[in-house]
């Protein structure tokens, strides 16, 4: 591990005078601060304007506050500011971190950002989101591992249970931000198991409530026959949620989204959110963080640490609450 971080710093030096003058994305999370001894790690993730990341905050906080770790968790302000991400993957880079975890804003724009870590002999780590391996290939780079769940088989479960479950359906799909490829697997998992459905629109977004909620507004006056919505995360489910409820049309749709954010659990319990895909975050901050320590340490890593993921009902709402194992349900 001395080694690794020895030749961080030494590559991290040499990219000073090149590097500097990109500036600095400023952190919009804390640091559990170490001695100078003390393994550094920066994890970067899309935003922080939902449950979701700052459920993973919180679990990256605590991990590494138990093993000893200096983390600076780091977000632009909106997951669309992929340049600002960059940005934070370069300057981790200039003040020689020992490893950086990165869920990339962008499958492909990160890459050459990601070649620059691994030509300071720095350890990326995926976490939650995936990097097109043909952008990676076209820069050079590579990341030691991908953390999380498999995103596709986890929107298929919400679309197993809504083709069980919903008849004669006409479905709006709400997108994600284009160019995400974890988002483009949460759609067509969903969907490849609803080819029954009839789709009456698919549009984005872009991961945001007020969007979601324009746009749910937008198809219910043209398409009142809406039955039902996917949406890729909460932010967009819950949107369609405040739509669907202000144009009177409570009751007459079911809604699925991602990520069982507290606000998906109380709708659940109030009946306007059918189900939500649960992917713990918590879960994935300790992974991907151990992740780091194994690297560094010489280990050789799966290409993919899976992580748990559940579909949260009715039926098991409670179950989720008080914390009990629902991912073979």
């Not at 492909?108 to 350890?123: H, M, Q, T, V």
């Not at 895909?277 to 963080?289: F, G, T």
């Amino acid at each position: 591990m001395k080694f690794k971080r020895t030749m961080a710093m030494v590559m991290a030096t040499a990219m000073m005078l090149g590097l500097a003058a990109c500036g600095g994305g400023s952190s919009s999370g804390g640091s559990s601060a170490g001695g100078d001894d003390e393994v550094k790690i920066a994890y970067i993730v899309k935003a922080k304007s939902d449950a979701f990341w700052t459920s993973m905050e919180d679990g990256a906080e605590s991990f590494a506050e138990e093993k000893g770790i200096h983390l600076e968790f780091q977000a632009p302000e909106k997951e669309t500011d992929v340049e600002k991400q960059v940005q934070m993957v370069e300057n981790a880079v200039i003040k020689g971190f020992d490893a950086i975890v990165l869920s990339a804003a962008d499958s492909n724009s990160l890459a050459p950002a990601i070649k620059k870590a691994n030509d300071a002999n720095i350890p990326v780590i995926l976490v939650n989101d995936t990097m097109s391996q043909a952008a990676l290939d076209e820069a050079g780079a590579h990341v030691e591992t991908y953390v999380g769940i498999d995103q596709y088989e986890a929107a298929s479960l919400a679309g197993k249970y809504a083709a069980e479950n919903i008849k004669d359906a006409k479905i709006l799909y709400l997108e994600g931000i284009a160019g995400v490829d974890a988002l483009t697997q949460r759609l067509e998992g969903f969907k490849d198991q609803c080819g029954s459905f009839k789709i009456v629109a698919s549009q984005t977004a872009k991961c945001d409530r007020n969007e979601a909620f324009n746009v749910m507004q937008n198809v219910l006056s043209s398409n009142p026959e809406v039955n039902a919505v996917w949406a890729v995360n909460a932010e967009m489910g819950q949107g369609a949620i405040q739509a669907i409820e202000q144009g009177g049309f409570s009751g007459k749709v079911q809604v699925f989204d991602f990520d069982a954010s507290p606000d998906d659990i109380e709708a659940i319990k109030a009946g306007t959110l059918t189900g939500t895909v649960a992917q713990y975050p918590n879960l994935q901050a300790e992974s991907a963080i151990q992740a780091c320590l194994d690297v560094l340490d010489g280990k050789t890593l799966e290409d993919h640490i899976v992580t748990p993921a559940a579909l949260v009902t009715k039926d098991n709402v409670d179950k989720f609450e008080a914390g009990e194992d629902i991912t073979a349900q």
